[in-house]
Nanobody, 121 residues
Framework: QVQLEESGGGLVQPGGSLRLSCAAS????????IGWFRQAPGKEREGVLC????????YWKDSVKGRFTISRDNAKNTVYLQMNRLKHEDTAVYYC??????????????WGQGTQVTVSS
């Protein structure tokens, strides 16, 4: 089965950390740039950051610079999103997709189903 699957979401206190995973099955992540997106309640989905095939990171949200880090392990066919110093406004469903933000949703080959991140005390 060809799919992307996110995991690692949960409830965390402000200032805490989470690491999300985006694992691919049925295809190789190595041939794609991989982007992380998020959708907060009542808001449109937005791009957060992405990693190119050559491991270059591009941020779409200035608010996560210095706190979020993206990395990839092609041997595990997985991309990670390390989120530190989490804030209430980071609460959202987080998605990964095969491509960097900035395109219409239908242009991405694959999307994950999303994982909920809730930052609350």
């Amino acid at each position: 089965q060809v799919q992307l699957e996110e995991s690692g979401g949960g409830l965390v206190q402000p200032g805490g950390s989470l690491r999300l995973s985006c694992a691919a099955s049925g295809f190789s992540l190595a041939v794609y740039a991989i982007g992380w997106f998020r959708q907060a309640p009542g808001k449109e989905r937005e791009g957060v950051l992405c990693i190119s095939r050559s491991d270059i990171t591009t941020y779409w949200k200035d608010s996560v610079k210095g706190r979020f880090t993206i990395s990839r392990d092609n041997a595990k066919n997985t991309v990670y999103l390390q989120m530190n110093r989490l804030k209430h406004e980071d609460t959202a469903v987080y998605y990964c997709a095969t491509g960097c933000p900035g395109h219409a949703s239908y242009l991405y080959d694959y999307w994950g189903q999303g994982t909920q991140v809730t930052v609350s005390s």
